[in-house]
C-alpha cells in the first residue's frame, strides 16, 4: 500500500471534492475513508470523474474503507462492503478493515443506535473470529484484495491471527510522537502486518466534534513542539511534513487528512529529505508514557 494517504474523517461534500481533487492532483493514489464517515458517495463521484476523464486507471489507486460497528455481525459484512461499493463506485476495494473491535445492535442500519438512557446500543455477542471469516470471503469473492483490522489490541489481532486462512494485511490505529505504541507495532512487524497511523497530528480539528458530543478531549498541539519545530527549521520544512516523514521513515504508512489544498499538497511532500539517526531518536523519546490518546472511542458512551 502506498505510504501515504488521504485522510477523510471529518470532511464532506464540496470540501471533500476539493480536497481529494488537490491531493490527486499532487500524486496521492490512496484514500481512506469508512461507511461511518458517510462520504463514501463523494470519493466515488471524484474518482469516477478521474477515471471517465482518462487522468487515472483504477488500479492505480488504493482505496480503504471500513465495516461499521453497526454491522458487526457475519451476515452484515457482505451487503454492507456492496453497498460501500455502490456508493464508491467501483468493484473491489483494495484493504477493508474492520474500523473498531466492538459492535452496537443493528437498528434500522443507524450507524449509532442510542437507547432510551443514552448510551449507546452495543452488541455484546460481537464474535471476532465469525467476522473474519466472512472478511475472508470477502477476498474470494474479489470484493477487497486486502482485509484488515483497525483500533485492535495484541491480544486481540493475535487471536484473529491464529485462527485466521488470510491474515491480516494491515492495522490502522492512532499513532503520533506522543503516542508511539512500540509494543503494537512491533508486534505487527513481526508478524507481517502492515501498520498505518492515524491521527499523525492528534487530530488537531476533532475539538468541535467532542464538543458537539459533550465529551472532553485534550488535543496536544504536536506543531508547536521545540523538537518538531527545531528539525523542521533545519530542513527547511514545515512541523506537518517531519510528524509525516517520521512516521513514513519507521515504515508506517500515514493519512493525514486536510481541507485545505495547499495543505492537502505540502503534506504530500516529504520525500525530498531524510531524518537522520539523532533526529529519529529526538522524535521517538518523544514517546508520552502514559500515551496521550485523542481518539479513545469515549464518543461511544456505554
Ligand atoms: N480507524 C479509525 O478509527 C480512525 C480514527 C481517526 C482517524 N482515522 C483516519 O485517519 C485520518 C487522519 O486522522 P485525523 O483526521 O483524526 O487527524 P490528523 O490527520 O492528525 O489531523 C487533521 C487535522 O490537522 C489539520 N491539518 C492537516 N494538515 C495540516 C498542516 N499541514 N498544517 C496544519 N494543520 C494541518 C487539519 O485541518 P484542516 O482540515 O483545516 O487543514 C485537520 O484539522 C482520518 O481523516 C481518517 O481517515 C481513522
Redesign the pocket.
Known sequence: MPIIGL????INGEDLEISLEAALESGYRSI?TATIYQNEDVIGRVVKKWIDAGKLKREELYIVT?LPPCFMRPEDVEPCLRSSLEKLQLDYVDLYLI??PFGFKNVDGQMVPVTELGVVDLDMNTDHLAIWKMMEEMVDKHLTRDIGL??FNIPQIRRVLSRSRIPPANL?V?LHVLNQQNELVNYCKRNHISVTS?????????KPFFDSIGIEVYIPDL?SDPVVKKIAETHGK?P?QVLLRHMAQKGIAV??????PD?VK??FDIFDFVLNDDEMKQLNNLNADPPIRV?DMTMFPG
Open positions: 485522510g477523510t474523517w471529518q481512506d471500513k474500523h473498531v483497525s483500533n490502522q492512532e492515524y491521527s499523525t497530528f492528534a487530530s488537531p480539528g476533532c506543531f514545515n506537518a493519512i493525514p487528512k486536510s481541507k485545505n495543505r505540502s503534506n481518539v
